[in-house]
């Protein structure tokens, strides 16, 4: 089995009090503190997102999660637009591995048709992962209004129309977000009961704690799900690359760890995107002490072997299954790693390039 690989969680939403546009790290003991109660003074739950969703990432693992509050004001989705662009910016030199913006859908519809929020949320993650490593969005599609066999099949169809490609300038950036159907997941409360979560909170914090293994993976922590997709209907959703939940038996599993990449892409395989992240993280630790350094020739050597080293021990700790890198110094001394690698459970390769410029 391979080793764990932990990544970190930002929710952004509204709640009741707690510092502005500023993600803060917050426990078991310090989240209704900083940000309040999701109930009010009569014991009746108020409609602020963070807590409800803090405590689903808790639930399914996740050990380091911060919450981000924005403008609760916004009566309509151009507003909540307006409100998650001025939290996107005050990010963009923040450093995060994992971001679900709550109490807003992919499809959800805004004023402007050439904007939406699983675009908006795809230009964020590809403007931080140039920055630093990768970042990866998650954000859910509305949930079906009939639950019904006739109403679940008009909501498939409904989804297998929608238009899940999300580009920028000519470049695919879905393999950014996970775009997630759900079906929502029931978590519970003290405060108040059984409720039901965002089940884009639900795949985030289950990715959060990674291994190889994502799919068919209970997700422990969740009590039960708000309805039951058949076979069938999971495997047309999985054509639109739109993650679904399952349930077999008492089970409730991940049915497809996918991103919104393009088809045929390299990058739709979620596990591969997270094994890449681990692969970048570990390079770029290799090479930062450089950075402002003439590189020498021994030096580079001493770079390679242990670049080598680093890629066999992830092939040993069964994240890959193959590995190929080379290193170049070109004329003004900038050090490149270029690092091809092999998922495991993946026939893919996997190229990235990293450089850091002296």
Do not use: W
């Not at 409100?83 to 995060?96: D, E, G, I, P, T």
């Not at 971001?99 to 992919?106: I, K």
């Not at 090479?287 to 072997?305: D, N, Q, R, W």
Request: charged share 15%; hydrophobic share 40%.
């Amino acid at each position: 089995m391979p080793s764990t690989l932990n990544s970190n969680l930002l929710i952004i939403g509204t709640s009741l009090s707690g510092p502005f546009l500023e993600p803060t790290p917050v426990t078991k003991a310090t989240a209704e503190k900083v940000f309040g109660s999701c109930i009010d003074s009569k014991g009746i739950r108020n409609t602020t997102s963070l807590i409800p969703a803090f405590n689903q990432a808790l639930d399914l693992g996740c050990n380091d999660i911060r919450l981000m509050r924005i403008d609760a004001s916004p009566s309509n989705k151009d507003g909540q637009f307006k409100a998650l662009s001025a939290a996107y910016s005050a990010l963009q030199n923040y450093v995060v591995d994992l971001v679900v913006p709550t109490d807003v859908y992919a499809n959800d519809v805004l004023t402007d048709g050439s904007q939406n929020f699983a675009l908006q949320l795809a230009a964020f993650c590809s403007s931080l992962s140039t920055k630093n490593n990768i970042t990866l969005g998650f954000i859910p599609v509305k949930p079906p209004i009939d639950t019904g066999v006739l109403g679940l099949q008009a909501y498939v169809d409904d989804l297998c129309k929608y238009n899940n490609n999300y580009s920028l300038n000519g470049n695919d950036i879905g393999q950014f977000i996970s775009v997630v159907a759900g079906p929502e997941p029931i978590h519970y409360m003290p405060s108040i009961g059984n409720y039901l979560g965002n089940s884009a909170v639900a795949y985030a914090a289950f990715s959060s704690n990674f291994n190889a293994y994502l799919e068919n993976k209970s997700l422990n922590g969740v009590k039960d799900l708000a309805f039951k997709f058949s076979l069938d209907e999971l495997a047309s959703i999985r054509t639109n690359n739109i993650v679904a939940f399952k349930k077999t038996g008492s089970l409730i599993c991940l049915n497809n760890p996918i991103t919104a990449a393009a088809k045929g892409s390299v990058y739709q395989n979620l596990t591969s995107i997270l094994i890449l992240k681990e692969v970048i993280s570990r390079i770029s630790k290799i090479i930062t002490p450089f950075i402002g350094e003439v590189i020498l020739a021994y030096e580079k050597t001493a770079v390679a072997f242990t670049v080598a080293k680093e890629l066999k021990a992830l092939k040993m700790e069964n994240f890959i299954t193959d590995y190929a890198y080379s290193i170049k110094i070109n004329e003004t001394s900038e050090l490149n790693v270029e690092i091809t690698i092999v998922p495991i459970k993946d026939t893919n390769e996997i190229t990235a390039l990293i450089s850091l410029v002296p």
